[in-house]
């Protein structure tokens, strides 16, 4: 279980910056994959017609979890940049700190 707070100090990077600020925390996820990408193109017109599939599909998963990312935005000029950490089952942004000593039953 990984826990990250909700706003962390980082170094930024930024040309108003360049030095260590409050960032927010987020958690990166995949956008839309689009239609009009070249891969995508190519791969749909090699498909098209008779012939079935055409490129192999991936079955062999062996990976339960993915790598984490964190993305991280400067509260003051809003650059945002992005922070890899170790793979987990599972990750929480901002929950309920673990004490000192405090024991769950």
Do not use: W
């Amino acid at each position: 279980m990984v826990n990250v707070p909700k706003t962390k100090s980082a170094f930024c990077k930024g040309k108003k910056c360049q030095k260590h600020t409050v960032h927010k925390v987020t958690q990166y996820k995949t956008g839309k994959a689009s239609l009009y990408a070249q891969g995508k193109r190519r791969y749909d017109a090699k498909q098209k017609g008779y012939g079935g599939q055409t490129k192999p599909v991936f079955h062999k998963k062996a990976k339960t979890t993915k790598k984490i990312v964190l993305r991280l935005q400067c509260q003051s000029c809003k650059q945002v940049a992005q922070h890899a950490i170790k793979r987990c089952k599972h990750f929480e942004i901002g929950g309920d700190r673990k004490g000192k000593g405090a024991q769950l039953y």
